[in-house]
């Protein structure tokens, strides 16, 4: 597969793939006479992997170690211990991410108070929270 239909495939640009074939993300890469890239079939995949492994939450640096671990036909359990600590990372990010909504909540209200008088007086950058 040429370099455009991989773009067009997953969606990713051409220095994205160049970018993760430089990290040894992407394999089966070969290259023309003229220098010109060529890809396997299974690229297609390995980027659709990337791309769901990032949305998951998961650097590109544990990306590859999950890439790695498939191809060294390393054990589950360390895929899935690796999954559960993301888990536990996102479950801590969400804690903090309602935490400064409930601030932000709080400080709308008190502006929001007393109506237009209470969005017309200085503001008062009080951030009360009622946890």
Do not use: W
Not at 38 to 56: N, P, R, Y
Not at 60 to 82: F, S, V
Not at 85 to 109: G, H, P, W
């Amino acid at each position: 597969m040429k370099t455009i239909d991989i773009v067009n495939a997953t969606g990713v640009d051409r220095e994205t793939l160049r970018f993760y074939e430089s990290k040894g993300l992407i394999t089966g890469i070969t290259r023309t006479q003229a220098g010109h890239r060529l890809f396997s079939e299974e690229t297609v995949s390995q980027i659709q992997f990337i791309q769901m492994a990032k949305q998951a939450g998961f650097t590109l640096a544990e990306i590859k170690e999950l890439i790695d671990l498939q191809r060294n036909r390393g054990p589950c359990r360390h895929g899935r211990d690796m999954a559960k600590e993301k888990r536990i990372e996102i479950t801590q990010k969400m804690k903090a991410l309602k935490k400064m909504d409930k601030v932000l909540s709080n400080f709308i209200q008190e502006c929001e108070k007393n109506g237009e008088a209470g969005l017309n007086r200085t503001c008062h950058f009080l951030f009360r929270t009622k946890i």
